[in-house]
């Protein structure tokens, strides 16, 4: 906290890296992709519609990882 002529300025920290989150997104999409390849690979049409059905997980967490880069590197 700092007063400057024009007012007091805050400044707040931000929170840092949380290593935990960047490995559950990272678990998270292996299993995914896991999954995924064998839904495919068996053929099955109800593994198949499971799978597109599940795109949203994988989206999710997709986005995890773009938000801890960002985080990081942003």
Do not use: C, K
């Not at 064998?38 to 967490?61: C, K, P």
């Amino acid at each position: 906290m700092r007063e400057t002529p024009q007012g007091l300025l805050v400044q707040i920290p931000p929170a840092g890296f949380d290593g935990n989150l960047f490995f559950f997104a990272v678990v998270w999409n292996v299993f995914l992709v896991f999954w995924y390849s064998i839904a495919i690979a068996s053929g099955n049409w109800l593994m198949w519609l499971m799978a597109v059905f599940a795109t949203g997980h994988l989206v999710v967490g997709l986005g995890l990882i773009g938000g801890i880069l960002y985080m990081l590197l942003g």
